[in-house]
């Protein structure tokens, strides 16, 4: 649940069912400050006509009069969360509180003016679980002013409302959309950075088909809901109410990333990326590992450590002293690297998969910048790594990994993979096997090209790998690496020359600092980029670009990462030809 919310109140389900049985559906709706009579009245036909175990949650997204909300829903046998929030109505965030709290493995969010006919219930639930992974959609029937109160009487008379009514067009698609929890957080919800109302339902549609999860129409003919008239919306809400539709339009139409909300942690959600980390007698090691993945930025994660040690050693109790629920440990007795690998798709419930060296610290942004990029279709994302000395802190190499494309994965060797997420079906269906044991990633890399298949690049670097010279080695020579001269605040690796990845290399590097380890001296900007430093104005890209304040990104990071790749302007009388 959100910081600042707070559920109340009994959950409601059909007449006569037990209490205490879990419901078969969640019906979710967001609400703040209008139609209090309404709203009960919606809330208590769902509870009254579903056949089956229903509850409605309504997330009261901070109404002015709390209380009387309470009164109303509670007193029509619903339940309430409420979220103190001062700020505009975002009808997302209050559909995203809601459905974080919902207790049913499917849900289906709704508004405080629709009414569902009574098989409406029943046939939802039917397709969710034929289709878990879909979003199902009922076509909306809007009703004339003089059609409430036959909306609201008793018996029900589906076939006179639908005589009443008129059929809205399928573009539009809010009203009722069922979905499982897990459906749910593989695309994380509703988009908060969208306020007030309009193109949420269109964008979080367009989403479930961008992570190859399809529309489904419920078309069940016992199926139907209807819309009960009231003033315009939009009119009510002003210059203010256009602004905001215009600013979701525009993030509708930008923004090509599934996967939103990547700094939101949502409460009992399902993981979505599982970081998996194989390991063997070396706990100081995991132990670091371990706190890389907790300082996340993006929380819906699980870990999971490959244990080689047996119950009891090392990997156990570093897993216990975390004392985190997403941290969980498995045996994996004399599993080598492909094994290890082939253990962890196994066993991962994320649908994004992150294998993990021991030795190795993710970033605190990774599993967020590896999200961002995860567009187009792409099977994963690669990131980039700065490896350095453990114990000078001299930088050795840095790398930006493969580009994206199948033919730069023909090309990769297996460390130029060591930051990667993967679609976990793809580690499911390319297993490693012990025969591939010496260069599972390689052989990974060659699979997904012959298959044509696509990674993105994150463009940042994701990954620190320290590393500690073998006994005798001269200072700052790697396992493995010739030693080489310079540092990295006076040599810059020629493939990172201009690389974007330069937008977070001291901020990454500095984190080295958080494990207790030295950082290398880091320039503050890359070759090439100066004039485009110099030339960005901040406060200018703000007024410009509303959405950038929502993503609570700096606005020259923002730039860097999102701005430029689709055309954005750095600042006045600058065209995107400029850059």
């Known amino acids: 649940m959100t910081p600042g919310a707070a559920s109340e109140g009994a959950a409601g389900g059909a007449p006569g069912d037990d209490p205490g049985a879990a419901p078969e559906l969640s019906v979710v709706i967001g609400f703040r400050d209008w139609g209090i009579e309404r709203l009960a009245a919606v809330v208590e036909r769902h509870l009254r006509r579903a056949p089956l175990r229903v509850e409605v949650v309504v997330s009261d997204w901070g109404s002015r009069d709390p209380a009387a909300a309470r009164r109303a829903v509670e007193g029509a046998g619903g339940r309430v969360v409420r979220t103190e929030a001062a700020g505009p109505w975002s009808r997302a965030a209050a559909l995203n509180a809601g459905v974080e709290a919902a207790g049913a493995a499917v849900v289906a969010t709704t508004d405080a003016d629709i009414l569902c006919a009574p098989g409406t219930y029943a046939a939802a639930v039917r397709q969710v679980a034929a289709a878990p992974e ?86 069940a003919p016992e199926a139907a809901i209807f819309h009960l008239w009231h003033p315009p919306s939009a009119a009510a809400a002003g210059e203010a109410g256009r602004q905001a539709v215009a600013r979701n339009r525009r993030i509708l139409r930008e923004d090509p990333a599934p996967v939103r909300n990547l700094r939101r ?53 570093a897993v216990a002293a ?15 690297p492909g094994p290890a690998r082939d253990r962890a798709a196994a066993l991962a419930r994320g649908r994004f998969l992150v294998l993990l060296a021991e030795d190795d610290i993710l970033v605190s942004t990774a599993l967020e910048d590896h999200l961002a990029a995860l567009t187009g279709g792409a099977a994963g994302v690669t990131g980039g790594w700065l490896e350095t000395d453990a114990a000078s802190g001299r930088a050795i190499r840095l790398d930006p990994g493969p580009p994206a494309g199948p033919e730069a994965l023909r ?25 591939r044991a010496g260069c599972p990633e390689a052989a990974l890399a060659l699979a997904l090209a012959r298959h044509g298949l696509r990674l993105n690049a994150a463009g940042r670097i994701g990954l620190l790998r320290p590393r500690l010279a073998p006994a005798g080695a001269a200072p700052g020579t790697a396992p493995g690496a010739a030693p080489e001269t310079g540092s990295a605040s006076e040599t810059v690796p020629a493939a990172a020359a201009d690389w974007p990845a330069w937008s977070n290399a001291a901020a990454a ?71």
């Open 134 to 219: 879909a979003l199902h959609l009922v076509q909306c029937r809007d009703l004339p002013p003089e059609a409430a109160a036959a909306a609201l009487a008793e018996p029900f008379d589906l076939d006179r409302l639908r005589g009443l009514s008129t059929l809205r067009p399928r573009w539009g698609m809010g009203g009722f959309a069922a979905f499982t929890r897990r459906a749910f957080f593989l695309v994380n919800g509703y988009d908060e950075r969208m306020t007030l109302w309009g193109q949420e339902d269109n964008d979080f549609a367009r989403r479930f088909r961008l992570m190859g999860m399809p529309l489904r129409w419920i078309v």
């Open 265 to 317: 942690r949502f409460a009992r959600a399902e993981p979505l990326a599982t970081v998996a980390i194989p390991t063997a007698g070396r706990p100081e090691r995991l132990a670091r590992a371990l706190a890389s993945c907790l300082a996340q930025s993006f929380g819906n994660f699980e870990a999971l450590v490959l244990d080689r040690d047996g119950p009891g050693g090392g990997p156990a109790a």
């Open 322 to 336: 975390c004392g985190d629920p997403r941290l969980r440990r498995v045996a994996a007795p004399g599993a080598g």
């Open 411 to 435: 090309a990769a060797a297996p460390a130029r993979l060591p930051c990667l997420m993967l679609d976990l079906r793809l580690r499911r269906a390319f297993p490693c096997g012990a025969a």
């Open 509 to 579: 590097a500095a984190e080295l600092a958080l494990y207790g380890l030295p950082a290398p001296a880091w320039p503050q900007a890359p070759p090439g980029r100066g004039r485009e430093a110099a030339a960005f104005d901040p406060g200018w890209y703000l007024a410009a670009y509303p959405d950038v304040a929502l993503s609570g990104l700096d606005p020259l990071e923002h730039y860097l990462r999102y701005g430029a790749p689709l055309g954005r302007a750095p600042g006045p009388g600058l065209a995107a030809a400029d850059r």
